[in-house]
T-cell receptor
Framework: KQEVTQIPAALSVPEGENLVLNCSFT??????LQWFRQDPGKGLTSLLL?????REQTSGRLNASLDKSSGRSTLYIAASQPGDSATYLC????????FGDGTTLTVKP | DTAVSQTPKYLVTQMGNDKSIKCEQN?????MYWYKQDSKKFLKIMFS???????INETVPNRFSPKSPDKAHLNLHINSLELGDSAVYFC????????????????FGEGSRLTVL
């Protein structure tokens, strides 16, 4: 049974800092891993999808990496802004999706 | 145009009632899902349909019955609502899940917040 863990559970940083969110999973036989952003009271917005054959994906200030052998993914956010404040979830697809509990990020102006 | 839309967005009802949530996607995807997010924000899959066929049915009470009239719609009917059913229910869609279970990018609706009193 796949288990997904996200560390830290919460993170508070000043504006402009670069930061890393971590996601680990127990079953490395995944097809892809997806990072999402969830704002309070809203749905999940897809940020990046990494297929199992890929090592990383980039979109703007976001970079996600995937290391299947170690069961880890990281989401790197460069030059953080207050608008980045949200909960970030990672989800693995190994036939069905399993999600972590999320990291709640607060970026202070 | 909203890619994945759910109705209603909010639902407040009494214990024992029956209620339905509707979902529609205009992305041309073959696969649709229902997820439940509890008060601790933990997101868990409930059901998955691939071109109107049920392919994933997690350990969900049989009071929950999904129905897919066509591949663009997936509805969720809940009978005899209980306090523990209070949660946010998310619909999602992706391109076809292949024989090996691979799937594409997940797109989520805005969620339907169900409160059972």
């Amino acid at each position: 049974k796949q288990e997904v863990t996200q560390i830290p559970a919460a993170l508070s940083v000043p504006e402009g800092e670069n930061l890393v969110l971590n996601c680990s999973f127990t079953d490395s036989a995944i097809y892809n891993l997806q990072w999402f952003r969830q704002d309070p009271g809203k749905g999940l917005t897809s940020l990046l999808l990494i297929q199992s054959s890929q090592r990383e994906q980039t979109s703007g200030r976001l970079n996600a990496s995937l290391d299947k052998s170690s069961g880890r993914s990281t989401l790197y956010i460069a030059a953080s802004q207050p608008g980045d404040s949200a909960t970030y979830l990672c989800g693995t697809n190994a036939g069905k999706s399993t999600f972590g509990d999320g990291t709640t990020l607060t970026v202070k102006p | 145009d909203t890619a994945v839309s759910q109705t209603p967005k909010y639902l407040v009802t009494q214990m024992g009632n029956d209620k339905s949530i509707k979902c529609e996607q205009n992305l041309g995807h073959d696969t649709m899902y229902w997820y439940k997010q509890d008060s601790k924000k933990f997101l868990k899959i409930m059901f998955s349909y691939n071109n109107k066929e049920l392919i994933i049915n997690e350990t969900v009470p049989n009071r929950f019955s999904p129905k897919s009239p066509d591949k663009a719609h997936l509805n969720l009917h809940i009978n005899s609502l209980e306090l523990g059913d209070s949660a946010v229910y998310f619909c999602a869609s992706s391109r076809r899940i292949g024989l090996a279970g691979e799937g594409g990018e997940l797109f989520f609706g805005e969620g339907s917040r169900l409160t059972v009193l």
